[in-house]
Nanobody, 115 residues
Framework: QVQLVESGGGLVQVGGSLRLSCVAS????????MGWYRQAPGKQREFVAS???????TLANSVKGRFTISRDNAKNTVYLQMNSLKPEDTSVYYC?????????WGQGTQVTVSS
């Protein structure tokens, strides 16, 4: 079992930055990849970024050049650095872990970008 807790969301102005954190606990050795998804009201949850156990990263086209995913293995933490934020980035951001058997989701953290 893996538990995920996100933090770092908040209200930011257009063009501003936020850094989200996701701390994993439990059976860390079963995690093959971690990433971030987001879901705005009335919309489908969408992929944002991921990082594999080997360190390979993937970003959605909508955030390339603005967001960066990274990790600190010693802290069992994955980060999402969000720069040049736009109103369309407003969403609840969810941390996700791919596990050997199944997956795990965090509770979500709200990001609001005001114009």
């Amino acid at each position: 079992q893996v538990q995920l807790v996100e933090s770092g969301g908040g209200l930011v102005q257009v063009g501003g930055s936020l850094r989200l954190s996701c701390v994993a606990s439990g059976s860390i050795f079963t995690i093959s990849a971690m990433g971030w998804y987001r879901q705005a009201p009335g919309k489908q949850r969408e992929f944002v970024a991921s990082i594999t156990r080997g360190g390979s990263t993937t970003l959605a086209n909508s955030v390339k050049g603005r967001f960066t995913i990274s990790r600190d293995n010693a802290k069992n933490t994955v980060y999402l650095q969000m720069n040049s934020l736009k109103p369309e980035d407003t969403s609840v951001y969810y941390c996700h872990a791919d596990l050997w058997s199944g997956d795990s989701w965090g509770q979500g953290t709200q990001v609001t970008v005001s114009s």
